[in-house]
Nanobody, 116 residues
Framework: QVQLVESGGGLVQAGGSLRLSCVAS????????MGWYRQAPGKQRELVAS???????NYADSVKGRFTISRDNAKNTVSLQMNSLKPEDTAVYYC??????????WGQGTQVTVSS
C-alpha cells in the first residue's frame, strides 16, 4: 500500500528558506521519477520539480534557481530545498510520482506560507 508522508512546511517571511521532506513507501519510490507539487487556494495542483531515479532534475520556471530537489534512494525520501521564498510560493506541497493523476493516492501535504 502506497504511503507518502510530507513534512517541513511552516510560516516564513519572504526571502526565507524551508526544506521539505517526503518519505515514500509501498513500492512507489524505487523506479519512479518523483516530483514535488503544490496547490494554492483556488488553483489547480502544479508540478514544481522532479527528480529521476538517476538524479536528473527538472524545475518549473517559477522556481528555477531558488528550489533544489533531491532524493535518497536508500531511504526512499525526496526533499525540496526552497530558498528566496516569495508570497506566491504559498501553497500546500505534495510529493508523488511524476504525472500522478488526481485520482491517485496523495498524502496529506505540508502547508507552506510565505508572508510579505
Amino acid at each position: 500500500q502506497v504511503q507518502l508522508v510530507e513534512s517541513g512546511g511552516g510560516l516564513v517571511q519572504a526571502g526565507g528558506s524551508l526544506r521539505l521532506s517526503c518519505v515514500a513507501s509501498g513500492g512507489i519510490f524505487s523506479i519512479n521519477t518523483m516530483g514535488w507539487y503544490r496547490q494554492a487556494p483556488g488553483k489547480q495542483r502544479e508540478l514544481v520539480a522532479s527528480v529521476s531515479r538517476y538524479g536528473v532534475t527538472n524545475y518549473a520556471d517559477s522556481v528555477k534557481g531558488r528550489f533544489t530537489i533531491s532524493r535518497d534512494n536508500a531511504k526512499n525520501t525526496v526533499s525540496l530545498q526552497m530558498n528566496s521564498l516569495k508570497p506566491e510560493d504559498t501553497a500546500v506541497y505534495y510529493c508523488n510520482k511524476l504525472r500522478a493523476p488526481d485520482y491517485a493516492y496523495w498524502g496529506q501535504g505540508t502547508q507552506v506560507t510565505v508572508s510579505s
